[in-house]
């Protein structure tokens, strides 16, 4: 199956190194591989309209020095469903209680079930990840007591489905070097479009 290739904003000349969350490179977010798929919510009838937000993606450095800035992010959906909208957020959280979502109805900043949240004390949500500046080594977490940044990804469909891939974050050291990560997290929401195996029925 192809796929539709994207960008949210501009980006630098030239040829950035591509990898993947392997340890090696300085940016990681700790997100892991796989994916997940949204029902429709209860309420909205299939072909309506809807919004989910896609997090877990939880920046950190984890080689050199920071602070690396997001300069871009990209990223792929399968023909015929491609999200109408796309909206990145910056969602800080209370470290001592910080658990990663990896998805919620709604968006951030409006979600529809704001118990989705839990027990989880935001402190802050800001829009766009670009510019953002990563600061905290990776070895910090696991015994972290700071406040700890998530991105988010808000996706709209018009009803029939999405199903987006290759979520790659473009980002820059303090050198000017540009690099960018490749996410292996797939993020999709059923539709009537959407494939059977992707959301049986």
């Given at each position: 199956m192809?796929?539709?290739?994207?960008?949210l904003?501009?980006?630098g000349?030239?040829?950035?190194?591509v990898?993947?969350?392997?340890?090696k490179?300085?940016?990681?977010?700790?997100v892991?591989?796989?994916?997940?798929?949204?029902?429709?919510?209860d309420?909205?009838?299939?072909?309506?309209?809807?919004?989910?937000?896609?997090?877990?993606?939880?920046p950190c450095v984890m080689?050199?020095?920071?602070?690396?800035?997001?300069?871009?992010?990209?990223?792929a959906?399968?023909?015929?469903?491609?999200?109408?909208?796309?909206?990145?957020?910056?969602?800080?959280?209370?470290g001592?209680?910080?658990?990663?979502?990896?998805?919620i109805?709604?968006?951030?900043?409006?979600?529809?079930s704001?118990?989705?949240?839990?027990?989880?004390?935001?402190?802050?949500?800001?829009?766009d990840?670009?510019?953002?500046?990563?600061?905290?080594?990776?070895?910090?977490?696991?015994?972290?007591?700071?406040?700890?940044?998530?991105?988010?990804?808000?996706?709209?469909?018009?009803?029939?489905?999405?199903?987006?891939?290759?979520?790659?974050?473009?980002?820059?050291?303090?050198?000017?070097?540009?690099?960018?990560?490749?996410?292996?997290?797939?993020?999709?929401?059923?539709?009537?479009e959407?494939?059977?195996?992707?959301c049986?029925p």
């Amino acid at each position: 199956m192809g796929v539709v290739v994207f960008t949210l904003t501009g980006c630098g000349l030239g040829e950035p190194v591509v990898h993947g969350d392997d340890r090696k490179h300085p940016l990681r977010v700790l997100v892991g591989a796989g994916g997940g798929n949204l029902d429709i919510p209860d309420g909205v009838r299939p072909g309506d309209p809807w919004t989910a937000s896609f997090g877990g993606f939880t920046p950190c450095v984890m080689t050199g020095e920071g602070p690396l800035t997001i300069t871009d992010v990209t990223w792929a959906a399968d023909p015929g469903l491609e999200p109408t909208s796309v909206e990145t957020y910056v969602v800080t959280s209370d470290g001592a209680t910080f658990a990663p979502y990896p998805a919620i109805i709604g968006s951030p900043t409006e979600p529809v079930s704001p118990e989705s949240w839990g027990e989880i004390e935001k402190l802050e949500i800001r829009e766009d990840v670009v510019g953002y500046e990563a600061t905290i080594p990776c070895a910090r977490f696991g015994h972290r007591t700071d406040p700890v940044d998530e991105f988010y990804l808000t996706l709209t469909t018009d009803g029939g489905g999405v199903m987006v891939r290759d979520l790659r974050f473009h980002y820059q050291t303090p050198e000017g070097k540009e690099l960018i990560l490749q996410s292996e997290w797939d993020m999709g929401m059923c539709g009537p479009e959407m494939p059977e195996e992707e959301c049986p029925p």
